[in-house]
């Protein structure tokens, strides 16, 4: 790339006014751009009318900038987004042709920035470490914001070892590992339920909750996505990552504020405060491939025959896993935290089991299930199970469920996610010993799959998962 591939009009950095920044996409053709990145970006210009933003996208393909206008306009369009300041940044945009991972093409993107930069890795996670590696010689702006993706490492060794590569160049202050899932307003509704409830709160502890489970079950399937999930898999790909931050806000003491230092430093807490239960990943995990079946009337080949799959591999699309949270709050309390594809009726919820009554007073007749608080990971939803006289006769206990359901956030996913990033707030971020101890987690289950102490088992596409599979007790 020449000095003449820098977009015609475009400012270098230092004399801009304070709100102008720059939010540079590295792998700007891909599918996580267009179909994700933008429409939030999208909804967030949208509510918020962000204004001095600079929008450049970037790939090793040509393109022009009217080609990316197109594309950011139909992103944005397809978020439902629209208004002045979103048409001024579509108006704005610019494309540059660059590899990520060639230190005079980024001299040369690093140079056309306006304003503060902050650098969007929507790239294949070895070619974001390369990027960054590159980035570690050259040097980047002062004040340089990088975002980055899952996975951050493929185990606790490389993960610290990201980190420090890292923090070769920039403070840690200045790194957004994101994860998507943070942003769900069903997720950040764990948070509300938890800490504004004071008939709620004080019942979560190891004296009320027998066991906790947390389920993100999918009807979808592989999805044409064998390059990113074979030899990945459901134990990497939501467990270690998104499920495993969903269990530190279930967990977690109550902060003193949601600003990103208390509730950071909370969720570490428990991070550190989590293994596989009983030290025995051999007990107390599973994984399973689906074979052939159908989902809402479509069909699945088996996961070995998708396209791109290899099957010596063993990737799972099934896994599960139970943990212990070792703190005063959760000891002794099992955490079952399981995500599975190509499942039929599937659940996506964290579900609070609670203890059964003391004792039920002699004359009261019917079934007295134990009560369960369950907040709907997918659905908008919140159940409370209880145990009330039923009609007729008073003496006859009758289980009822009360549901709310909540409201759909303001913002996508990565609207929230790039709220936070592009004005400087981090509680959905995570932090750098945190990416660590995710690993460190699950690492004794990846070495009892790896050594095939634990089988890998089948099931249907469609159906609830291998029929041997029932409800664990410890």
């Known amino acids: 790339m020449s000095a003449a591939d820098v977009p015609t009009g475009v400012r270098t950095g230092g004399a801009d006014d304070d709100r102008t920044q720059t ?18 970006l999208g909804g967030l210009i949208a509510a918020s009318s962000l204004s001095g933003l600079f929008l450049v996208g970037s790939d090793r393909g040509e393109g022009s900038d009217e080609e ?38 980024l001299r040369r ?40 993706e899952k996975p951050f490492g493929t185990d606790a060794a490389s993960a610290a070892s990201l980190n420090d590569l890292l923090h070769g160049f920039v403070p840690e ?26 008939v709620i709160e004080p019942m979560l502890s190891s004296e009320h ?35 495993l931050q969903v269990l530190a806000l279930v967990a977690m003491s109550p902060p003193s504020t949601l600003d990103q230092l208390d509730v950071r430093d909370a969720k570490a807490q428990v991070l550190r405060a989590t293994r596989v239960w009983d030290d025995s990943p051999e007990r107390f995990s599973r994984r399973a491939r689906y074979t052939a079946g159908s989902v809402d009337g479509r069909s699945f080949p ?47 919820e964290v579900t609070f089991w609670f203890k059964d009554a003391q004792r039920v007073p002699a004359g009261l007749a019917g079934d007295a299930p ?65 990416s660590v101890e995710s690993w460190r987690i699950v690492e004794p289950v990846l070495d009892a799959w790896r050594a095939d102490r634990v089988p890998l088992d089948a099931y249907p596409a469609g159906s609830a998962g291998p029929a041997a599979w029932e409800e664990r007790e410890t």
């Open 23 to 40: 939010l540079l996409v590295l792998g700007a053709r891909g599918d996580l751009a267009s179909r994700l990145l933008l429409p939030g």
């Open 68 to 105: 990316w206008r197109t594309v950011v306009a139909e992103a944005f369009a397809a978020g439902g987004a629209s208004g002045p300041a979103v048409d001024a940044v579509v108006r704005d945009a610019r494309y540059v042709a660059a590899d990520a991972t060639d230190e005079n093409d």
């Open 109 to 148: 993107l690093l140079e056309g920035r306006r304003g503060r930069l902050t650098l969007y890795f929507a790239l294949p996670p070895a070619v974001t470490v390369e990027a960054c590696r590159t980035l570690s010689g050259t040097g980047v702006p002062d004040g340089t914001r990088l975002v980055l």
């Open 173 to 198: 202050s200045h790194v957004h590992r994101v994860d998507h899932f943070l942003g769900m307003s069903t997720v950040l509704n764990i948070l509300g339920v938890r800490f504004a409830n004071r």
């Open 209 to 243: 909750v027998e066991k906790v489970d947390i389920v993100f079950d999918e009807t979808l399937g592989l999805e044409g996505r064998a390059g990113f999930y074979d030899g990945t898999g459901a134990l990497r790909d939501m467990i270690q990552s998104h499920l």
């Open 302 to 348: 088996s996961y070995v025959d998708e396209p791109g799959v290899d099957p010596a591999l063993g990737t799972e699309t099934l896994a599960e896993t139970v943990f212990a949270v070792d703190t005063w709050r959760w000891a002794g309390v099992p955490f079952r935290v399981r995500s599975g594809k190509a499942i039929g009726s599937p659940r996506q």
């Open 370 to 434: 134990r009560n369960r608080l369950r907040i709907g990971l997918g659905a908008g939803r919140l159940q409370l199970d209880l145990n009330i006289n039923g009609p007729g006769d008073p003496s006859t206990l009758t289980p009822v469920t009360l549901e709310t359901r909540f409201g759909p956030g303001e913002l996508f996913e990565y609207g929230e996610v790039l709220r936070g990033v592009l004005e400087d707030e981090k509680p959905l971020s995570v932090r750098d010993d945190m």
